[in-house]
């Protein structure tokens, strides 16, 4: 699973800012009280960031659901190993019995037939797993999104935030750690998220 396709910038406001000035005749003068419109712009210049790394191995449906696509895809390489081992076996058979001249031409035929149809279910299978394995990856992807878009939302409400983006790996050459949200964000998707996975898990079972 690719970490980067997971996350977007997440914006909330777009930057703005704005010059207030009153003058009278003798001179310019700037107004000591913060009008509302100075007050939205130093609104909208704060900015914050979230560790996307941080994010995949501290958030618990993150760490959830990744163990669970990871057995998935084990079983899956286990099922196709399995049936691709039977499948040579059952050539190399073939082979050897073909050498003692075993077989009658319509025999060996009909063997090579049996052959090639399991090679092509083998490799129709396959497809059919690694589909239906990238469309969950896909839905855990977006169920991600989703639930990191939704907290964000609720989360800005207070904090105000102009732009909360995504740092992971080098895509940010420098940022001061007073910017850094990850552990205030973690917490709070930790105490949202109950658990749904393992509840689901749980109920499916029985």
């Given at each position: 699973m690719n970490k980067k396709n997971i996350f977007c910038i997440l914006s909330f406001a777009a930057m703005?800012?704005?010059?207030?000035?009153?003058?009278?005749?003798?001179?310019?003068q700037m107004d000591e009280k913060a009008s509302p419109a100075t007050t939205k712009a130093d609104a909208a210049n704060k900015i914050a960031f979230v560790e996307v790394d941080s994010i995949m191995t501290q958030y618990n449906f993150c760490k959830e659901y990744s163990k669970l696509l990871q057995q998935k895809g084990n079983n899956i390489q286990k099922?196709?190993?399995?049936?691709?081992?039977?499948?040579?076996?059952?050539?190399?058979?073939f082979q050897q019995k073909v050498q003692q001249n075993a077989y009658t031409r319509e025999q060996a035929e009909g063997v090579q037939a049996g052959l090639q149809k399991q090679n092509n279910d083998l490799q129709a299978l396959n497809q059919r797993l690694s589909?239906?394995?990238?469309?969950?990856?896909e839905q855990y992807n977006k169920a991600l999104h989703d639930s990191l878009q939704h907290y964000l939302a609720i989360y800005n409400k207070d904090k105000k935030y102009g732009m909360i983006f995504a740092k992971q790996g080098d895509n940010v050459l420098y940022a001061d750690k007073a910017y850094d949200i990850t552990n205030e964000v973690v917490a709070g998707l930790n105490k949202m998220y109950k658990g749904k996975l393992a509840t689901a898990g749980n109920k499916a079972k029985k």
């Open positions: 703005t800012a704005f010059t207030l000035t009153s003058c009278d005749k003798s001179k310019s099922t196709l190993a399995a049936k691709q081992q039977q499948l040579q076996a059952a050539a190399a058979n589909s239906e394995f990238q469309a969950e990856t």
